[in-house]
């Protein structure tokens, strides 16, 4: 294991419809993060985990936003009734500890909304 | 609050030139973290750098240097001999107690042969 994997690369979905994009950290790192990153814009920080626990979710977008990692390994992001605005990059970082060392990030899910 | 800003939309050099992106960010912490990352075409950000607030010291590496500056708040990167392979957007971002980065909008580099 090399980096952070994502998946799917792309997504191009109908609006309404339900989406889940999957993030595998490097394996050693025990903090996930997911960033969403609209066209012309840095990265804006959603929410993270510390092994298994979702230590920080209010900036998730809306309700319709939901994140898990349930055996601390791997995470996945949901979104529901997807709405064009939705469309982005949705990245995925790991860490080792904290922010202190900076992250990893992913190549991203790029979600297209129609 | 904390706040990035990256005033430079774009920049455009001709290689060999050097270039400076600029970074002034806002944060109420004495005790904060400074980072650069580098967005290539293939959409991946790339780690280049992290500073802790303790520490000004300058870095050099290879042709980047980065000069952290707390009295005007600056954290500012140079690119040395430009090569157009250096040609993506660069972002600035600040951590502060927490552990989330809040980044700038970016700066677009493009470096022509």
């Known amino acids: 294991d090399t980096g952070v994997s994502q998946d799917p690369r792309h997504k191009i979905t109908k609006r309404g419809q339900n989406v889940t994009f999957r993030c595998d950290p490097i394996?050693?790192?025990?903090?996930l993060y997911w960033y969403r990153q609209t066209l012309g814009q840095g990265p804006e920080f959603l929410t993270y985990?510390?092994?298994?626990?979702?230590?920080?979710k209010s900036r998730l977008l809306s309700d319709r936003f939901s994140a898990e990692r349930p055996k601390g390994s791997f995470s996945t992001l949901e979104i529901q009734r997807t709405e064009q605005g939705d469309s982005a990059m949705y990245l995925c970082?790991?860490?080792?500890?904290?922010?202190?060392?900076?992250?990893?990030f992913g190549s991203g899910t790029r979600l297209t909304v129609v | 609050a904390q706040k990035v800003t990256q005033a430079q939309t774009e920049i455009s050099v001709v290689e060999k030139e050097d270039v400076t992106l600029d970074c002034v960010y806002e944060?109420?912490?004495?005790?904060?973290?400074l980072f650069w990352y580098k967005q290539p075409p293939s959409g991946e950000l790339v780690f280049l750098i992290r500073r802790n607030s303790f520490d000004e010291q300058n870095e050099i590496s290879g042709r980047y240097s980065w000069n952290f500056q707390k009295s005007t708040s600056s954290f500012n990167f140079t690119i040395t001999a430009s090569q157009v392979v250096d040609s993506a957007v660069y972002f600035c971002a600040l951590s502060e107690a927490g552990d989330d980065m809040r980044f700038g909008a970016g700066t677009r580099l493009t470096v022509k042969p």
């Open positions: 970082a790991s860490s080792p500890s904290g922010v202190e060392n900076g992250y990893t």
């Open positions: 985990f510390q092994n298994e626990a979702q230590l920080e």
């Open positions: 944060t109420r912490d004495t005790t904060y973290y």
């Open positions: 394996s050693e790192h025990n903090r």
